[in-house]
């Protein structure tokens, strides 16, 4: 009996344990996507400085002209455009985005990323090829955060302007009652957890960031 009882307080401290770091957990995890909701840009915040070449991430509505219609307006002399379907040119690109391509295919560049981490490492290994020392970055402002946080871990002497692309689709004033934009920006959230995660223990591991040559 004496044992019943010493197990079954046991038993107990457990499960009060248990049920007290799972609720720590959800409470630490819910403030911390309070704080990344808040941290989406809602503008523009440099809109005249020059940089050396514009970045644009695709994936999104209006990156791609929106980083276009930065180059044609003189803030930069050239631009990467990471994340391209493979197969596809400049000049499609630019047909794509109905511009023309005689006027714009010589400043641009493309790349073919399949998510955030490649879309920071081939921008990276096109901006060393081309002494690149300052970006604009173009994407779109819900992806911004964990963006900046690739592309500042993996190109620390470039400099980076975000530049944050907004969508009618994208509810982010009271984004908690819009369910399509609460999914968005959870998914991003968690997202960008794991990439800070994997950037701390590459710091921690000292492991240099990889790069696509």
Not at 9 to 31: H, N, Q
């Amino acid at each position: 009996m004496a044992k019943y009882s010493i197990y079954h307080r046991g038993s107990s401290r457990a499960v009060k344990t248990l049920f007290f770091l799972i609720g720590f957990s959800v409470t630490f995890w819910a403030g911390g996507l309070y704080m990344y909701a808040t941290s989406i840009p809602v503008a523009v915040e440099d809109t005249t400085s020059k940089t050396d070449a514009i970045a644009v991430l695709t994936g999104g509505r209006g990156r791609l002209d929106q980083g276009i219609a930065l180059l044609s307006d003189g803030l930069a002399s050239k631009m990467f455009v990471s994340g391209v379907y493979k197969g596809v040119d400049v000049s499609t690109l630019l047909k794509l985005s109905q511009q023309n391509p005689q006027e714009l295919s010589c400043c641009i560049g493309i790349g073919h990323a399949e998510d955030t981490i490649d879309n920071a490492r081939e921008t990276y290994a096109w901006a060393s090829d081309n002494k690149v020392k300052s970006i604009r970055l173009v994407t779109s402002a819900y992806h911004m955060p964990r963006a900046m946080l690739e592309f500042n871990n993996t190109m620390k002497k470039i400099k980076i302007i975000p530049h944050p692309v907004f969508s009618d689709f994208v509810k982010q004033e009271k984004w908690w009652i819009w369910p399509g934009t609460t999914d968005l920006i959870v998914s991003e959230y968690n997202k960008f957890i794991l990439a800070w995660l994997r950037h701390l223990f590459r710091k921690v591991l000292m492991v240099p960031p990889r790069i696509k040559s």
